[in-house]
Each structure stands twice: as structure tokens, then as C-alpha cells.
């Protein structure tokens, strides 16, 4: 099997790729409500003490066996276990990840669906001046129409095929060097923006009053939950990034980088959407309801509202295809590799497979809603595909995975290696060592047991 990776033409370009591929639609809609609702500025403490000791030592994890592999996540684990004389059976973690990736994108470009079909409607005028039933009906009809949703779903996945087909530097790095840069500039000036027009002392003691009453064991485990489904470990795409990775690059630091500009998204989103909402007397319900219902009504009433509510909706669309683009990683390189593709070839093969299974879940909200596949299992009732889906791989395939990587990274993995990667000589190695040994592993499956047993 030979090496065709190629690597990042500079560290910024793996920074803005990285960033990109955990910027994502959690940021924007679930992290500022989780944060509002469990405690204000206690909660935001605990997300952040979260992702400093359970996410990034897995995240540092994950580049570290990639970096070291040089192959896409299966054949690098399997390289790296022979390295340490470890079994190559634990090569199927990195399969279950490429099985994950591929479902994750199937359904998730339902949601980029969502997205691109709002920058139109917004921008359109559809949405100015219209009540909170038209807004609704706006949304239920989108979702009624299995060639409408099936159309804005497939462009989105399209398009991240697009990218992906044009390789690491002419694609993947080209696109983020654009994206990324323009999201934050678009998230600065909506903050700007709901400044302005929104109530922004209300959002501001919304989202940073520390409300320590309100901190118990749920409001603990939801803030590692957000944490780890924020920065998206788990499913192996960031170990895939790290394969291109040069060995001149400090993972320590990148990985602080990664989780510094990926908490900063996730506070300034919240301060561009809560002024709106609080502003007039919404219910800051986090998920779809609030960006394709609440957010829509409230920006068709505000002054300059038609203008900045299709800029949300761009932004809301670059945070999901910098996502969706990384999800596609693991995938194209495994299969490159394992069938000699061309990446052209990997990424429609890949794409593929997610569009036909996407089709499963665009017709759950129409065609097969009532069709619930596993409902003879307590487990899986009411569950449509979409639903199915989403729950395997984020409630069970993904913090599993997440705990085998610290196991095989903390325990398998004799210190030459880790420390070799990993600056071995400094105090943040031995801490590295400790956090992804035991702290995180533990925290995690603290949030895997609360997930199953809701």
C-alpha cells in the first residue's frame, strides 16, 4: 500500500481546516442556549474546564496517531499499534469512525439543506414582515416537499463533494483559507448588528451571570456533552487532518488554537442571536426551532433585518460545509487507499454512498415520518431514519470511539511514542498523560452512560 497523502502548505491552513471542521452548526444554535438555561457564566466555566480535560487530550490524541501514521485513520491506528507491538484489531476503530463519518454526512447535509435553502428565502424577502404561523409554515413546508428537501440536500452535499474531490491544498485548504475568514467577519458584525438593534444586556447576563444553583450533575454531564460534540471528536476526521500534518507543527499548540477559536464562535454566536431573540420577548429554545423559526420571525421585523438575516443564514451555511468537508476526510483517504481510487474517484464513491442514505432521511419528514425501522426495540421507538441515525452515531458510536482513543493513545501506546509527538520532556506531557488515561475517559463515559440511560 503506498503513500499518496499529501500535507497542509502551512500551519495556518491546517489551523483554519481544523477550526473549520469543529465550527459547526452546535456552535451557533446549542451552545449558547445550553449555557443560558444551565447557569449562565457557571456553565460556560465548566464547558470550558470540559474541554481542557476530557476533549483536548483526545483531540490531541487523534492528530498525534495520524500525524504518526501518515495513512487515513484505520491504516494509521494499524500502523502505529504494529509500531508499539500492539493487536492490529484495533484498526476497526478507525473503521468504525469511516462508517460513522459517512452516516454523520448522510443526515447532516439534510441540515446543510436547511441552510443553503434559508440564504435564498432570506435574501429573497420571503421572510420580512412575516408572522411567527407563516414562519412555521415556511419550515413545515420545506420539509413536506421530498424533491424540494431532496434538492437543497443534494447541492449541499455537492458541493462539499466539490471540495473534497480537489485534494488537500487545491481544495480543502483553498476553501477554508476563504470560509473561515469570512465567518468570523460575518459573526462580528451580526454581533455588531444585534448590539445595535437587540437587547444586548440581556443576553450578555443570559449567557455570563454565573448561576451556580443551577449547577448539579445533569448541568455537568451537558456541559461535557457540549464540549465533545462542540469539537467533534470521536468520528476520526481530525485524525485524518493530522495525517498531513508536518513534523514541524506543535500539536499542543495547534490543539489549543483549535479549541480556543472554537470556543470563541460559540460565545460570539451567542451574543449575535440572544439580543434578537430577548429583544422581542422570544423563548430561546435551543435546535431548528429557534434558527428557522424564532430567528427568521425576529430578523423580518427589525430594522435592516432582510439584509443581516441572509447574512446569518451565510454564515450559519460556511459553518456547516467546514464541517461536512472534514466529515468526508476519513472516508476519501480510507478509500483511496483500500481500492487504489483516484481522490476524485474516493470522494463520489464516498459522497455516494451518504446521498443514497441521505435519501433515508429526507423522507422522514414526509413520506416515511410515521415509519419508525427498529420501533420494536425500546430503545429505537418513534425513531424515523433521520432520527436513527443521528442517535447511533452521536449518542453511541461517537463517545465510544472517543473513549478507545484514549485508551489506545493513554495505555497502548508505549510514552516513546506518545512523547516523541508530543513534546515528552514538558510538564503539559505528563499532564496530556494523566487527562487521556483517566480523566477523560471517565467523563466520557459518564456522558455515554447519561445518553443512553435519558
Not at 435564498?120 to 409554515?137: C, D, M, R, T, Y
Amino acid at each position: 500500500m503506498s503513500q499518496s497523502h499529501e500535507q497542509w502548505s502551512s500551519k495556518v491552513g491546517f489551523i483554519m481546516a481544523a477550526v473549520g471542521s469543529a465550527v459547526g452548526l452546535a456552535n451557533i444554535w446549542r451552545f449558547p442556549y445550553a449555557a443560558g438555561s444551565n447557569g449562565g457564566g457557571a456553565f460556560v466555566f465548566i464547558y470550558i474546564a470540559a474541554i481542557l480535560c476530557v476533549v483536548m487530550p483526545i483531540l490531541m490524541a487523534e492528530l498525534l496517531v495520524g500525524r504518526r501514521g501518515q495513512l487515513s485513520p484505520p491504516n494509521a491506528i494499524a500502523a502505529v499499534a504494529k509500531e508499539a507491538g500492539a493487536s492490529p484489531h484495533w484498526r476497526w476503530m478507525g473503521l468504525v469512525g469511516v462508517i460513522a463519518a459517512i452516516l454523520i454526512f448522510s443526515f447532516y447535509s439534510v441540515v446543510g439543506g436547511w441552510t443553503l435553502a434559508y440564504v435564498f428565502k432570506a435574501g429573497s424577502g420571503e421572510l420580512v414582515n412575516a408572522n411567527l404561523e407563516s414562519i412555521q409554515g415556511t419550515f413545515d413546508g420545506l420539509n413536506a416537499s421530498a424533491g424540494g428537501l431532496f434538492t437543497w440536500a443534494s447541492c449541499f452535499l455537492l458541493l462539499t463533494v466539490f471540495v473534497s474531490a480537489r485534494g488537500i491544498k487545491a481544495g480543502i485548504e483553498k476553501a477554508v483559507r476563504i470560509l473561515m475568514p469570512m465567518l468570523f467577519v460575518m459573526l462580528l458584525g451580526m454581533v455588531a448588528y444585534a448590539a445595535v438593534a437587540g437587547d444586548f444586556a440581556a443576553a450578555w447576563t443570559f449567557l455570563f451571570t454565573p448561576d451556580f444553583s443551577k449547577v448539579n450533575s445533569d448541568v455537568v454531564l451537558d456541559a461535557i456533552g457540549q464540549a465533545f460534540f462542540s469539537i467533534g471528536v470521536g468520528i476520526t476526521n481530525l485524525m485524518a487532518y493530522g495525517s498531513y500534518l508536518d513534523r514541524k507543527t506543535s500539536i499542543p499548540r495547534s490543539s489549543a488554537t483549535i479549541i480556543a477559536a472554537d470556543t470563541l464562535v460559540a460565545l460570539l454566536a451567542g451574543l449575535a442571536i440572544f439580543p434578537i431573540i430577548f429583544a422581542y420577548g422570544m423563548d430561546p429554545s435551543g435546535g431548528p426551532g429557534l434558527v428557522f423559526m424564532a430567528l427568521p420571525y425576529a430578523f423580518g421585523q427589525m430594522p435592516g433585518g432582510f439584509f443581516f438575516g441572509a447574512l446569518f443564514f451565510v454564515l450559519l451555511f460556511f459553518a456547516a460545509l467546514t464541517s461536512a468537508i472534514s466529515m468526508m476526510e476519513c472516508s476519501v483517504a480510507y478509500l483511496r487507499e483500500k481500492l487504489d481510487l483516484t481522490r476524485r474517484n474516493a470522494a463520489l464513491l464516498s459522497g455516494g454512498i451518504s446521498w443514497a442514505l441521505g435519501l433515508l432521511s429526507v423522507l422522514s419528514f414526509n413520506h416515511l415520518s410515521d415509519f419508525h425501522p427498529l420501533g420494536m426495540f425500546s430503545l429505537f421507538e418513534n425513531r424515523t431514519f433521520f432520527d436513527l441515525i443521528d442517535y447511533v452515531t452521536s449518542t453511541l458510536i461517537m463517545p465510544l470511539s472517543s473513549i478507545f482513543v484514549a485508551v489506545f493513545a493513554g495505555w497502548v501506546l508505549p510514552k516513546v511514542i506518545t512523547a516523541d509527538e508530543l513534546d515528552g520532556d514538558s510538564v503539559g506531557y505528563r499532564l496530556w498523560h494523566f487527562l487521556v488515561r483517566y480523566v477523560a475517559p471517565l467523563g466520557l463515559g459518564a456522558v455515554f452512560f447519561s445518553l443512553v440511560t435519558a
